[in-house]
Nanobody, 115 residues
Framework: QVHLVESGGGLVQPGGSLRLSCVVS????????MAWYRQAPGKQRELVARIGSDGVTVYQDSVKGRFTTSRDNAKNTVYLQMNGLKPEDTALYYC?????????WGQGTQVTVSS
């Protein structure tokens, strides 16, 4: 059974940076396409970025050029480097597989962008 633990969120001023981490339990991590999702208050959860087992990345248009996702298969960890943060990036951020399957959501990590 796969478990997801996100960390690295916090309060940051507009223009600031944060690096999120997601540790994935289980021995099959390296073959998964992993993704970052976020959910802002009153909005549906949305896909932010994904990274394939081959390292190929895809980003939502609103974060292109600002966010970078990467992975370390030796550590079963996926990362989301977020630069140039904007107030509209405020949300609870989660990682999970892409496409979504049966893996339960983790607790997420809160990102708040505010002056």
């Amino acid at each position: 059974q796969v478990h997801l633990v996100e960390s690295g969120g916090g309060l940051v001023q507009p223009g600031g940076s944060l690096r999120l981490s997601c540790v994935v339990s289980g021995s099959m991590f390296s073959i998964y396409t992993m993704a970052w999702y976020r959910q802002a208050p009153g909005k549906q959860r949305e896909l932010v970025a994904r990274i394939g087992s081959d390292g190929v990345t895809v980003y939502q248009d609103s974060v292109k050029g600002r966010f970078t996702t990467s992975r370390d298969n030796a550590k079963n960890t996926v990362y989301l480097q977020m630069n140039g943060l904007k107030p509209e990036d405020t949300a609870l951020y989660y990682c999970n597989t892409f496409p979504l399957g049966t893996t339960a959501w983790g607790q997420g990590t809160q990102v708040t962008v505010s002056s």
